[in-house]
């Protein structure tokens, strides 16, 4: 009877328990539902703020593009050159020589202006402007007072103008607009060279091919009296280290009848009539043979051939030579011998050193003699440059 009470009784208290326990877990359910619709809205909202932020900043860049674009644009207009990079070089040079001659008359005179030694204070200020990626504009600023027997001064003035465009990996075009010599248009020049590549030219515009180890240069220049000057370069690479260069230019005088001078960069071109008399032009062709021996001694030498077809010749020696060796380092005490001559009239040595005195003061002092015909006289010269 007892255990027939009982079992009932158990039963209605596992039916309370398993009713209890569903309760429960249907309310932690509940709760649990409620409470992640709760975390789930801010985080709905924080979306929705991001989605419009987004679409604000994109709007405010494409009006901030605009604006550039329109500021380029207008800068752009005022000048090319606003975004370029220009280096600016000075460099002032002091030249002085010490004659070794009990008097002076015309015959040694003579002498010591054929030597082309021109004492005096020369201030060069240089302005290289890079253009875009591949190329640059260059003016000089020159003031002198140079000469021996006949001095001249010059105050500071543009003296040259130099354009060079590189139009690919072979080719470049060069416009010298001010002040031309041959020896501008030299991509590989030689440290000491022939006459004809310091002769002034004019303005002109040349064009450089590369192909392998030669490189040609041909070029055209009209000088400031209006002659025709017609230049060209071809350099040949024997090895790394060692190079011929073959150089000639030609010179043809001005149109017929026209004697004025109107400035630099004015030719007059006269079609109908031809009554001038005509002057003759000049011929110079230089082959030239250079070598380095390393990274601070070179070797070389020159011949140079002139030929003027005037009655009054402008170029006292028809042929002309020389030869050099140089030690020069960059850091340190360096040293130089140059020999050369006009056929077996004329002959000139010369034995200098070189010291530099801080990073930017060269002093190079040098021996001359000079024997031209029955001249014979020694000179010591002395050379000092100071660059900024």
Request: aromatic share 8%; net charge positive.
């Amino acid at each position: 009877m007892v255990s027939e009470k009982i079992e009932p009784l158990g039963f209605v208290v596992d039916k309370f328990k398993g009713f209890t326990k569903s309760t429960q877990d249907f309310a932690n359910g509940v709760l649990h539902n409620i409470g992640l619709s709760r975390r789930r809205h801010p985080i709905e909202i924080l979306r929705r703020l991001q989605r419009d932020a987004f679409s604000d900043i994109m709007k405010l860049r494409d009006r901030q593009d605009k604006v550039e674009r329109l500021l380029s644009f207008k800068s752009s207009k005022v000048s090319p050159l606003a975004e370029a990079s220009t280096l600016v070089k000075g460099e002032i040079e002091i030249l002085g020589l010490l004659l070794m001659i009990d008097r002076i008359h015309e015959d040694n005179q003579d002498a010591i202006s054929r030597t082309g030694i021109k004492t005096g204070i020369t201030s060069k200020f240089t302005f290289e402007t890079t253009i875009g990626e591949k190329d640059t504009l260059k003016a000089e600023f020159v003031a002198s007072e140079r000469g021996q027997v006949n001095g001249s001064s010059t105050p500071l003035s543009l003296g040259k103008v130099v354009f060079n465009a590189k139009i690919n990996e072979w080719c470049s075009l060069a416009s010298v607009l001010l002040g031309g010599r041959c020896s501008d248009l030299q991509k590989h020049g030689v440290t000491s060279g022939p006459p004809l590549l310091n002769q002034e030219l004019g303005s002109g515009i040349s064009l450089t091919m590369i192909k392998s180890n030669i490189i040609g240069t041909l070029a055209q220049f009209v000088g400031t009296t209006h002659w025709l000057s017609t230049f060209g370069q071809v350099v040949y690479r024997l090895s790394g280290s060692t190079k011929v260069l073959l150089l000639g230019i030609n010179k043809v005088p001005k149109i017929l009848g026209q004697d004025g001078f109107l400035g630099p960069m004015c030719l007059p071109i006269g079609v109908f009539r031809r009554d001038g008399i005509r002057r003759e032009g000049g011929r110079s062709v230089a082959l030239v043979l250079e070598s380095e021996l390393d990274s601070s001694t070179r070797v070389g030498g020159w011949v140079e051939m002139n030929r003027s077809d005037t009655d009054n010749d402008t170029v006292p020696y028809g042929t002309r030579w020389g030869v050099s060796v140089s030690d020069l380092p960059e850091d340190d005490f360096g040293w130089g011998l140059r020999v050369g001559g006009s056929a077996f009239e004329r002959f000139e040595v010369e034995v200098f050193s070189k010291m530099n005195l801080g990073e930017k003061y060269l002093l190079q002092p040098s021996l001359v003699f000079v024997v031209d015909g029955s001249t014979k006289f020694p000179a010591l010269m002395m050379k000092s440059s100071w660059s900024f």
